[in-house]
């Protein structure tokens, strides 16, 4: 190996270097990248919380009232239609309001 053939190999090496010096100091410094990340963790981690407690606050208490006041009112159509059809008896509810308000209040009775 001459002497000229150990200057190209340098030279070589040296443009590389220089190509990867320019692609590193156009990416992010760590440390901004770090505090960065961090904060889209916590914000990210603060979000699955907020949706984890709309979920429990849905099937732990709104559901179970939605379904039973749906339920109670279900069953009175249904025994209603049924007492027409066995007896030829009319059934007619004279207040709506009071017959909703009764519904409601004996969904929230056990409650």
Known sequence: MSLFDSFSVHLVESADQAEDSDELDSLPSPSDTDSDDRDESDAEREWRESL???????????VPYVGKYFGRKFAYW???????WKYPVDVVITSKGAFKGAGAIEALASL
């Open 78 to 84: 249904g025994w209603a239609k049924y007492m027409e």
């Open 52 to 62: 984890q407690q709309l979920e429990l606050l849905l099937t732990m208490v709104l």
